[in-house]
T-cell receptor, first 109, second 111 residues
Framework: KNEVEQSPQNLTAQEGEFITINCSYSVGISALHWLQQHPGGGIVSLFMLSSGKKKHGRLIATINIQEKHSSLHITASHPRDSAVYIC???????????FGTGTSLTVIP | DAGITQSPRYKITETGRQVTLMCHQT?????MFWYRQDLGHGLRLIYYSAAADITDKGEVPDGYVVSRSKTENFPLTLESATRSQTSVYFC??????????FGNGTRLTVT
């Protein structure tokens, strides 16, 4: 049983395309995090959400608490956006994070 | 500099040896975590700590030991390394209201 499901698993896009990555979860949460990991690299936090929507540059993250769903959008995608994007939720009943298995994004010039 | 640092970045050891991976954070975050990342498995929680002197097992704790005598340090020890413990290990910290911060990872190879 996976508490966090991401889709798609793999995504290839042309430079400039609008990209959406989805995350669904089955547990009660206090926060949802979107993380980015470049090939061979470390993991960095993009967003931390508990409600609504956040924007940072070309990245937008939304969350619908009632539907237990979050989306990460990338506008005007660029090859440097190629990375694995990971959704993680912090449960509201414990001290653990649950992670999705990640979405591997490749943006072709 | 503020941040979370792991050491060493790379480690090669032999089966049966004891190995300790270090993690140090400067934010005084209460929560610290150890994950391993393997192809096909994503990030799996080994151990976590909610505060100094409080630790709990995660999903894959067998063969690992942790301690947290000080808030800023959370070392992970492999008591007798096995080849199945070859992996990339990430340490992370948060205080629940802040983003989850990760170290740069330690790539461990057990021969």
């Amino acid at each position: 049983k996976n508490e966090v499901e991401q889709s798609p698993q793999n995504l290839t896009a042309q430079e400039g395309e609008f990209i959406t990555i989805n995350c669904s979860y089955s547990v009660g949460i206090s926060a949802l995090h979107w993380l980015q990991q470049h090939p061979g690299g470390g993991i960095v936090s993009l967003f931390m959400l508990s409600s609504g929507k956040k924007k940072h540059g070309r990245l937008i993250a939304t969350i619908n608490i009632q539907e237990k769903h979050s989306s990460l959008h990338i506008t005007a995608s660029h090859p440097r956006d190629s990375a694995v994007y990971i959704c993680a939720v912090l449960t509201n009943t414990g001290n653990q994070f649950y992670f999705g298995t990640g979405t591997s994004l490749t943006v072709i010039p | 500099d503020a941040g979370i640092t792991q050491s060493p970045r790379y480690k090669i050891t032999e089966t049966g040896r004891q190995v300790t991976l270090m993690c140090h954070q400067t934010w005084s975050h209460s929560y610290m975590f150890w994950y391993r990342q393997d192809l096909g498995h994503g990030l799996r929680l080994i151990y976590y700590s909610a505060a100094a002197d409080i630790t709990d097992k995660g999903e894959v704790p067998d063969g690992y030991v942790v301690s947290r005598s000080k808030t800023e340090n959370f070392p992970l020890t492999l008591e007798s390394a096995t080849r199945s413990q070859t992996s990339v290990y990430f340490c992370a910290s948060t205080d629940r209201s802040s983003p989850l911060h990760f170290g740069n990872g330690t790539r461990l190879t057990v021969t």
